[in-house]
T-cell receptor
Framework: SAVISQKPSRDICQRGTSLTIQCQVD?????MFWYRQQPGQSLTLIAT?????????ESGFVIDKFPISRPNLTFSTLTVSNMSPEDSSIYLC????????????FGSGTRLTVV | AQSVTQLDSQVPVFEEAPVELRCNYS??????LFWYVQYPNQGLQLLLK??????LVESINGFEAEFNKSQTSFHLRKPSVHISDTAEYFC???????????FGKGTLLTVNP
């Protein structure tokens, strides 16, 4: 399975600022996703990061708040913009290597606290 | 659209007791089913999965889950739990061509001595 390096692992940010989270994979992957896990809650899909085109956002998530870049098949970033305390969550990157439907792999997550 | 319901938010048990964590799903297409585990302050790890074939799937640490299509369930069981099994367990479903995972709300399993 793919190995994911996600940075930063945690951060404490001031409200109104933005944070960019990086997801680096050790192999080329077609499917890459960003999830959010709010305190005490399950994982919610934010968007599918598409290589070379705009991300596909789930209901309730918008590009202005969570801009995503996917410049190649091994790297993606998620930015949490104009943060508020409600954005305090764990953000996770997930990938599926080509042809491996059972190969969902998750990064270790970024624990974000907004103060 | 697909959804997952984990019927129990918390399950406290004593060490060496059996446990069952319940999961029901709904989907309009054929599904793949997963159980993930999240130990305290750690990332998400795949515990076991059902893709096709035998409806009973097992993990390396003694957990098993059975896919029941008629009851749309994928309950997780272990005959004898250890304190180290204390963790949050998430059931997830994927279906169709978009490969998106939909998670249940999770079940916190607490194993007491």
């Amino acid at each position: 399975s793919a190995v994911i390096s996600q940075k930063p692992s945690r951060d404490i940010c001031q409200r109104g600022t933005s944070l960019t989270i990086q997801c680096q994979v050790d192999s080329q992957v077609t499917m890459m996703f960003w999830y959010r896990q709010q305190p005490g809650q399950s994982l919610t899909l934010i968007a599918t990061a598409n290589q070379g085109s705009e991300a596909t956002y789930e209901s309730g998530f918008v590009i202005d708040k969570f801009p995503i870049s996917r410049p190649n098949l091994t790297f993606s970033t998620l930015t949490v913009s104009n943060m508020s305390p409600e954005d305090s969550s764990i953000y996770l990157c997930s990938v599926i290597p080509p042809g491996q439907i059972d190969g969902y792999t998750f990064g270790s997550g970024t624990r974000l606290t907004v103060v | 659209a697909q959804s997952v319901t984990q019927l129990d938010s918390q399950v406290p048990v004593f060490e060496e007791a059996p446990v069952e964590l319940r999961c029901n799903y709904s989907s309009s297409v054929s599904v793949y089913l997963f159980w993930y585990v999240q130990y305290p302050n750690q990332g998400l790890q795949l515990l076991l999965k059902y893709l096709s074939g035998s409806t009973l799937v097992e993990s390396i640490n003694g957990f098993e889950a059975e896919f029941n299509k008629s009851q749309t369930s994928f309950h997780l069981r272990k005959p004898s739990v250890h304190i180290s099994d204390t963790a949050e367990y998430f059931c997830a479903v994927s279906g169709g061509s978009n490969y998106k995972l939909t998670f249940g709300k999770g079940t916190l399993l607490t194993v007491n001595p």
